[in-house]
């Protein structure tokens, strides 16, 4: 039986439209879904809520998301991250797939790619 664990997923970004989307798309899929739209609340959520897949933008209102990995290095090791960028630079991608994100996704995308990302991160928790 699955954990309900293994269903949080916490979304860290700071689009109210964009959050509301993908939380509709991955209710749909059975998915519970935390949005913090700053890297503080996304932090006390990381403590509280403990999910399993972090989406993480990596511009936030006070702060990048690359820091937060950094700074948060020891509570996310048993966590999958799934980078999200509206730059798919080649640098920021090295950087956070150093840093430990599983996956990346480059705004805009689709519901499909999305359930794909999530799906694939489940069966590594």
Do not use: W
């Amino acid at each position: 039986m699955e954990s309900s664990q293994n269903k949080r997923v916490l979304l860290v970004d700071d689009e109210e439209d964009f959050c509301e989307i993908v939380m509709r798309i991955l209710h749909k899929s059975g998915y519970e879904v935390v949005c913090a739209p700053t890297l503080e609340i996304a932090t006390r959520e990381l403590q509280n809520y403990d999910p399993a897949i972090i989406l993480l933008d990596q511009n936030l209102p006070d702060g990048l998301g690359l820091s937060f990995m950094e700074k948060n290095r020891g509570m996310l090791t048993d966590k999958q991250i799934i980078f999200i960028t509206g730059n798919s630079s080649r640098t920021i991608i090295d950087k956070a797939i150093s840093l430990g994100a599983f996956h990346f996704l480059t705004k805009p995308f689709t519901a499909d790619a999305l359930n794909r990302a999530i799906s694939q991160a489940e069966k590594y928790n």
